[in-house]
C-alpha cells in the first residue's frame, strides 16, 4: 500500500536484511547489526524454528530506502486480553527519527492489525519499556490502552 507519504508498507523479504539489521539495532541496541542479521536470515528465510507465526512488515521510500518497520507474532495469551483467542503481538516498532510523526507507524501498524485479523485474532497487544515516555505516548495514540505496569527481576543461579 502507497501512503501520502510516498512510502510503500509491505512484507520484509530476504533481500531487505542488510537494511532491516541497521534499522532493528536502532531499536535493539544490545545485538549487534551481524547478530540481527543472522536472525532475520532466518526469519525471512523460513528457516526460524518457531511454534507461532511471526511477520515483518517494512516502510520503504521511493528510492527503496527502508525507514521504518513492525514486527508481529501471534501469541498465545497476552496481559489483559481474552485467554480464549490467540492475540497479535507487536513484538517491535520503529520508525527512522526524521520520518516519524507522518503516519508512517501508523500504516505499519494497520498492515500487521489486518494480519492479525486474518490469523484469527480480535485483539493485538504490545509492550514499551517503561523509561521509553515516546514508544508509550505512540502506543495510547494508536489505540492501545495500559492493561498493566510490571517490574521485571532476574536472578543468576
Not at 501471534?74 to 507487536?90: I, M, N, W
Amino acid at each position: 500500500m502507497t501512503s501520502q507519504n510516498n512510502i510503500y508498507v509491505r512484507q520484509a523479504n530476504p533481500s531487505d536484511v542488510a537494511q532491516l539489521a541497521i534499522l532493528r539495532t536502532s531499536l535493539w541496541p544490545e545485538s549487534s547489526s551481524d547478530e540481527h542479521a543472522r536472525e532475520l536470515t532466518a526469519i525471512l528465510n523460513g528457516t526460524e524454528q518457531r511454534v507461532l507465526p511471526l511477520i515483518i512488515f517494512v516502510a520503504e521510500e521511493t528510492d527503496s530506502t527502508l525507514v521504518g518497520f513492525l514486527e508481529a507474532g501471534l501469541r498465545s495469551c497476552a496481559d489483559g486480553c481474552d485467554l480464549s483467542r490467540p492475540v497479535g503481538y507487536v513484538e517491535g516498532w520503529f520508525v527512522e527519527q526524521h520520518r516519524r510523526g507522518q503516519g508512517i507507524g501508523g500504516e505499519l501498524l494497520c498492515a500487521a492489525e489486518a494480519w492479525a485479523r486474518a490469523q484469527g485474532c480480535r485483539e493485538m497487544a504490545s509492550d514499551a519499556s517503561i523509561e521509553n515516555e515516546l514508544s508509550q505516548r505512540v502506543h495510547e495514540s494508536s489505540g492501545f490502552t495500559v492493561t498493566a505496569r510490571s517490574v521485571l527481576y532476574r536472578k543468576s543461579l
